[in-house]
């Protein structure tokens, strides 16, 4: 006969034990030979000490599913705890490399060898640069990656930004009060999201400002503690801009950088910070990059050849400035 305090985590035991604690009832009835005594978010149980180990091996598989599948019900439960555990645990351990459970059955994988890259990547490091061409799900793999911190309370807030630079555009010249002007640049950002959350629930992460998605410029004097912060379509940052979100780098942060530097909508006097910063960081302990390309590209087949044919064009045009003129050899 032994005594153990198991501490619940990694979830909220609320959403855990269920409504009126029907979810620990089932529980309680399963183990029916074990002392279960709920306080807070720890469990107290007495019994002999191999149903104590089974117990612990099955609270372990229900907050498992609770973390990927968002709910737990009564008949989950009843499969978890009866013949079929076996079964249900090696699903589990299949579905690993799913990055978040979204909305309508959606599941959000690493599709390419470069997004799963960015996926271990942002696992052993604070800062990581995903850079790339478009359509290579850049920033999708890292608003992915950002759910699945949130969900696994691993940080306690998401926060997105992206510098309100277009090609060719002009917020002034935009209808509407700020927020208006603002929000079409940050419209990809919310697609993601959407994908990622059901809409009441985003609704409440934004006014509550679990989630805050706002331009680069907004991040100045900000400390982002806590936090997973994701910078997209960093190469329309100016050298000054990029300096400072960059030391805006808090305590138990992890920040994703994502840009195509092919595709830099700044004045043509105005170098872009990524630029600058993908040399200046390289070989920095603690900051990873991982370089997307045309193989990587997930929308349109024809998408991955309209960036061959750019590239090729502009191999063309790299050969014919550096080839020697001439008439100066004559």
């Known amino acids: 006969m032994i005594e153990k305090v198991v501490v619940i985590s990694e979830v909220n035991p609320v959403e855990l034990f269920g409504v009126n604690e029907q979810n620990l009832k089932q529980l309680k009835k399963h183990f029916s030979k074990l002392q279960i005594v709920a306080r807070g978010n720890q469990l107290i149980l007495k019994g002999e000490k191999s149903l104590v180990t089974q117990f612990e ?29 076996k079964e249900i645990k090696s699903q589990l351990a299949e579905t690993d490399e799913i990055l978040v459970h979204g909305n309508h059955g959606l599941l959000v994988k690493a599709r390419t060898v470069n997004q799963r890259k960015l996926v271990k990547s942002v696992l052993k490091n604070d800062m990581v640069f995903a850079l790339g061409p478009a359509g290579t799900g850049k920033t999708y793999t890292a608003v992915a ?10 940080v306690r807030r ?20 700020l927020k208006e002007k603002l929000d079409p640049f940050l419209q990809p950002l919310y697609d993601a999201l959407h994908d990622m959350f059901p809409a009441e629930r985003l609704n409440d ?21 806590h936090a997973f912060v994701i910078l997209d379509e960093a190469q329309n940052a100016t050298k000054s801009q990029f300096k400072m979100f960059l030391t805006r780098m808090g305590k138990h942060a992890k920040f994703c950088i994502t840009g195509d530097a092919s ?36 929308r349109h087949h024809l998408v991955r050849k309209i960036i061959e044919a750019y590239d090729m064009e502009e191999k063309n045009k790299n050969l014919k400035s550096n080839k020697p003129d001439a008439k100066a050899d004559n």
């Open 57 to 85: 091996d099955s609270l372990r598989l229900l907050i498992h599913h609770l973390l990927k599948f968002e709910q737990l019900t009564e008949s989950q439960i009843e499969r978890m705890l009866g013949a079929e555990a």
């Open 145 to 154: 990656l950002a759910a699945r911190a949130l969900k696994n309370k691993e």
């Open 158 to 177: 998401i926060i997105l930004t992206r510098p309100a630079v277009e090609a060719g555009e002009n917020l002034g010249f935009l209808p509407g009060d």
């Open 205 to 225: 992460y934004i006014e509550n400002g679990v989630v805050q998605i706002a331009p680069l410029a907004f991040m100045r004097g900000r400390t982002l503690d």
């Open 263 to 298: 595709q830099v909508d700044l004045p043509k006097n105005q170098p872009s910070g990524l630029i600058q910063a993908t040399e200046i960081l390289k070989g920095t302990k603690g900051i990873d990059f991982i370089h997307f390309d045309g193989k990587d590209v997930i």
